[in-house]
């Protein structure tokens, strides 16, 4: 059944974007021309929260202490919840919410695989980082399309229980130069691969027909807030 409600065309949304070291006049970028098709941004949103879930998920099993069992269990719970929200979404809209993820989870899973570290913490930090990043660039998305993207922004911005994330970040990295150091470089790892889900995820031919230039500037809010969440944790961006 086709729903023509929501099919509708949506205003186009301008953001006003700074470049790196620019203090003066802002940047204009119609981030509408690269959002993906609305189907396809409902279908990664939700995937990606289901992702998160699972990642949380095997690191509750991994993990010997039960206070962190609890901590985690809040994060992954929230993660699954917003999955859910916008899985009700998807069906609200009359589509089968299976076969909007299904195109996405082979991509998706291959990037979690790469994101899952030696150790137990360097994979709770790459949910913190590549969650932290993801979620704000589907925020900046949500605003392309009308309601349902108001309705997407409103369930990604709610609590994710994430500062249980960084409670147990920072009490491993406090006083551990070393844990610091490893930390460090890793999430600066994670970012060259979380920018590319970001890429795969706009339209591929208007894309491919704008300069580097410009391109740069849609990640360089994503960039900022990943620095101000690493400098609040005390770890090096």
């Known amino acids: ?17 700074r470049s790196r070291g620019d203090q003066g006049s802002a940047t204009r970028i119609d981030f509408a021309e690269l959002a993906p098709e609305l ?3 409902l279908g990664q949103a939700a995937y990606l929260q289901l992702g998160y879930f699972e990642t949380l998920t095997r690191l509750i099993r991994a993990t010997p202490e039960l206070s962190e069992k609890e901590a985690l269990s809040r ?8 999955h859910r929200a916008i899985v009700e979404l998807i069906a609200e809209r009359g589509d089968d919410p299976t076969e909007l993820m299904l195109p996405f989870r082979e991509n998706l899973d291959a990037f979690r695989r790469k994101t899952i570290g030696a150790r137990p913490r360097e994979t709770l ?9 993801l979620d704000d660039f589907y925020l900046a998305l949500a605003s392309s399309y009308g309601d349902v993207g108001a309705r997407v922004a409103d369930i ?9 994330i960084v409670a147990i970040i920072q009490e491993t990295i406090d006083g551990d130069g070393e844990w610091r150091s490893l ?8 970012v060259g ?8 995820a706009l339209r591929q031919p208007e894309l491919a027909a704008m300069s580097e230039d410009r391109v740069e500037l849609v990640y360089t ?17």
Do not use: Q
Not at 75 to 80: R, Y
Not at 125 to 133: D, E, F, K, N, S
Not at 193 to 200: A, F, G, K, Y
């Open 193 to 200: 691969d979380t920018i590319l889900v970001c890429r795969s």
């Open 221 to 237: 809010e994503l960039m900022g807030a990943h620095a101000r969440r690493m400098d609040a944790m005390g770890l090096a961006s």
């Open 156 to 164: 990604l911005s709610a609590d994710d229980a994430r500062h249980e």
């Open 183 to 190: 930390l460090s470089m890793w999430a600066r790892r994670l």
């Open 39 to 41: 189907d396809r941004f």
């Open 125 to 133: 930090l790459a949910v913190y980082t590549t969650a932290g990043m």
């Open 75 to 82: 994060a992954a719970g929230a993660a699954l919840e917003k």
């Open 1 to 17: 059944m086709v729903n023509w409600f929501w099919k509708r065309r949506t205003p186009r949304r301008t953001l006003t974007l």
